[in-house]
Nanobody, 119 residues
Framework: QVRLVESGGGLVQAGGSLRLSCTAS????????MGWYRQAPGKQRELVAI???????DYAESAKGRFTISRDNAGNTIYLQMNSLKPEDTAVYYC?????????????WGQGTQVTVSS
């Protein structure tokens, strides 16, 4: 069974930084993309950033210029460097892995890590 293990959440003041990490228990060969989503209380889960198999990244407008998604050489660990954090970034952040379509299930979620930004 594919698992995603997240770490790095916590409490930080506005303007501060945090780095999230997520490791998938599978090899890069079967990973199409990995990304970070977040869900604030009373809101829907939303995409924050995604990195594809080729290494290209994409960001939500709210994350552009402040957050950076990257991955390790093995390709099964991703990071989200979050700078200039704002109170509105407060949410549970979930790691996601999208695997080859021939696999089932092929959309895997981590358990989530809380990020709280105080004003």
């Amino acid at each position: 069974q594919v698992r995603l293990v997240e770490s790095g959440g916590g409490l930080v003041q506005a303007g501060g930084s945090l780095r999230l990490s997520c490791t998938a228990s599978v090899r890069m060969l079967i990973i199409r993309s990995m990304g970070w989503y977040r869900q604030a209380p009373g809101k829907q889960r939303e995409l924050v950033a995604i990195i594809t198999r080729s290494g290209s990244g994409d960001y939500a407008e709210s994350a552009k210029g402040r957050f950076t998604i990257s991955r390790d050489n093995a390709g099964n660990t991703i990071y989200l460097q979050m700078n200039s954090l704002k109170p509105e970034d407060t949410a549970v952040y979930y790691c996601n892995a999208n695997l080859l379509s021939t696999l089932s299930p092929n959309n895997i979620w981590g358990q989530g890590t809380q990020v709280t930004v105080s004003s």
